[in-house]
């Protein structure tokens, strides 16, 4: 059975800088198209970002407009994990910060009814 942990969430000033990480357990990560979503508190949950892996063309990335420069997502092969490196964190970034996984190809890998398997979610609170 495959499950996902979130960690790496907490408390930061406006600015500063955080790391999440999914750990994976029962597949790799290259077994799936992974993905970065977050809910705040009255909203529903957005797109943050998303990994997927070729056997040609390596791992491809794709951000959310309001994260794309900031924030970075990778695979730590040898952890089974995906991360989230999180830059220049705004207030606006407060939230749960949930990582999912699927299995198979989708286009619309921005959405998060497409993926199948979900983590607990980790907290995100940036301070102005």
């Known amino acids: 059975q495959v499950q996902l942990v979130e960690s790496g969430g907490g408390l930061v000033q406006a600015g500063g800088s955080l790391r999440l990480s999914c750990a994976v357990s029962?597949?790799?990560?290259?077994?799936?198209?992974m993905g970065w979503f977050r809910q705040a508190p009255g909203k529903e949950r957005e797109f943050v970002a998303t990994?997927?892996?070729?056997?040609?063309?390596?791992?491809?990335?794709y951000y959310a407009d309001s994260v794309k420069g900031r924030f970075t997502v990778s695979r730590d092969n040898g952890k089974n994990a995906v991360l989230l490196q999180m830059n220049s964190l705004q207030p606006e970034d407060t939230a749960v910060y949930y990582c999912?996984?699927?299995?198979?190809?989708?286009?619309?890998?921005?959405?998060?009814?497409?993926?199948?398997?979900w983590g607990q979610g980790t907290q995100v609170t940036v301070s102005s």
């Open positions: 029962g597949r790799t990560t290259s077994s799936f198209v």
């Open positions: 990994i997927t892996s070729s056997a040609w063309t390596g791992d491809s990335t």
């Open positions: 999912a996984a699927r299995v198979g190809y989708t286009p619309q890998k921005s959405n998060a009814n497409e993926y199948d398997i």
